[in-house]
């Protein structure tokens, strides 16, 4: 399966850019954060910031199993990530998709930098 990417979320503002996409890449769903501007610096010392989302075991065929029965909707990887896309355009997409696995038995890691 060819690696596919949708941004679930973009924020510009001069002192802070947020942007947040799902990833699906080797049968796994990721959601990837990434913070950056003058606000970032100030509280972490560095001007980016880096958080991360991704399901384990190769568990995306469940979790899409799971979610159809759930939504009344047959997801492939594509439908996935454009339903996740239009559900989860905030800018706490990946606390909510995360929350989102777990809910349907999907074990997540979570990384923070």
């Known amino acids: 399966m060819p690696r596919l990417e949708r941004i679930?979320?973009?924020?510009?503002?001069p002192w802070l850019t947020i942007t947040?996409?799902?990833?699906?890449n080797d049968n796994a769903l990721g959601v990837i954060g990434h913070?950056?501007?003058?606000?970032?610096?100030?509280?972490?010392?560095?001007?980016?910031?880096?958080?991360?989302?991704?399901?384990?075991?190769?568990?995306?065929?469940?979790?899409?199993?799971?979610?159809?029965v759930a939504e009344g909707i047959n997801f492939d990887p594509e439908t996935l990530m454009d339903w996740l896309a239009k559900n989860y355009n905030t800018k706490n997409a990946d606390t909510e998709?995360?929350?989102?696995?777990?809910?349907?038995?999907?074990r997540v890691s979570w990384f923070f930098d």
Do not use: P, R
Request: net charge negative; hydrophobic share 40%; proline share 0%.
């Open 20 to 24: 947040i996409k799902a990833v699906i």
């Open 97 to 106: 998709i995360g929350k989102l696995l777990e809910t349907h038995g999907i």
């Open 35 to 68: 913070d950056s501007g003058e606000i970032v610096k100030g509280i972490k010392g560095q001007t980016g910031y880096l958080y991360e989302v991704w399901t384990q075991d190769n568990s995306l065929e469940l979790f899409m199993q799971k979610l159809s």
């Open 8 to 13: 679930l979320f973009k924020s510009e503002q």
